[in-house]
């Protein structure tokens, strides 16, 4: 059955008004041709031409119309496709980020912030692959903190982590910058607390010598250290 020709005039007149988001969604060539065929569609009711004309007229309208809604719905996938691509790429990103965080937290020393036992384990292990790999040379401080045990008896174990926690600070400032705790690159120093007040430093690139200097500068450092716990 065909339209009115006020109908058809309608149409087109709704499709100019929302031109801009008609090509976005279709195209600039289908949107012309879809417009050209219901003008000429009603055009022809309007002059009142032949009934095989009318026909002619309504089957390229029909062909047209189905050629736009296969575009539309084609676009309509593809924006549905790419909007649930984007979601899964989101949540993946959140994932990821959310395993990233969580594996840091479980090789964190909750206290000093700097690798806990498993963390020394688990990226020692790097390291100590990586140094005999490359043929360089690894040294390794173990730092146990004197006289630790009567600050907790004699101040809390509140305080004595304010005090654990300043040592770690003060370790990762002395060895090659702030990013010791956790550098991602194997040939990185790292640090940890291997429990209680004692800690482990790795140092690659480092000889016995250059070990020796670093653990008297952090011994030193520690000596002369004025820890606030008021």
């Given at each position: 059955v065909l339209p009115e020709i006020t109908n058809i005039l309608e149409i087109v007149q709704k499709i100019r008004d929302r031109a801009s988001d008609v090509i976005q969604l279709i195209g600039q060539q289908p949107y012309e041709c879809f417009l050209r065929s219901?003008?000429?569609?009603?055009?022809t009711l309007e002059r009142?031409?032949?009934?095989a004309a009318i026909a002619d007229i309504q089957e390229l309208v029909v062909i047209q119309i189905k050629n736009v809604l296969a575009l539309i719905v084609t676009a309509e996938r593809k924006n549905k496709a790419q909007r649930i691509a984007d979601a899964v790429h989101?949540?993946?990103?959140?994932?990821?980020?959310?395993?990233?965080?969580?594996?840091?937290?479980?090789?964190t020393d909750v206290i000093t912030k700097l690798y806990n036992q498993r963390g020394l384990e688990k990226e020692g292990r790097k390291v100590f692959e990586y140094c005999r790999d490359e043929n360089i040379p690894l040294s390794c401080l173990f730092i146990d903190i004197d006289y630790f045990k009567p600050i907790n008896d004699t101040y809390s174990h509140d305080i004595g982590n304010i005090?654990?926690?300043?040592?770690?600070e003060i370790i990762t400032?002395?060895?090659r910058?702030?990013?010791?705790?956790?550098?991602?690159?194997?040939?990185k120093p790292i640090a940890g607390r291997a429990g209680g007040e004692e800690f482990v430093v790795l140092l690659p690139f480092t000889d016995l010598e250059e070990a020796a200097v670093a653990a008297e500068r952090i011994r030193k450092r520690i000596q002369h250290e004025h820890i606030n716990i008021v």
């Open positions: 219901l003008e000429i569609y009603g055009n009142g031409y032949v009934e989101r949540k993946n990103r959140q994932l990821k980020e959310m395993n990233r965080v969580l594996d840091r937290e479980n090789k005090v654990l926690k300043r040592l770690g400032s002395e060895i910058g702030a990013d010791i705790a956790f550098a991602q690159d194997p040939g």
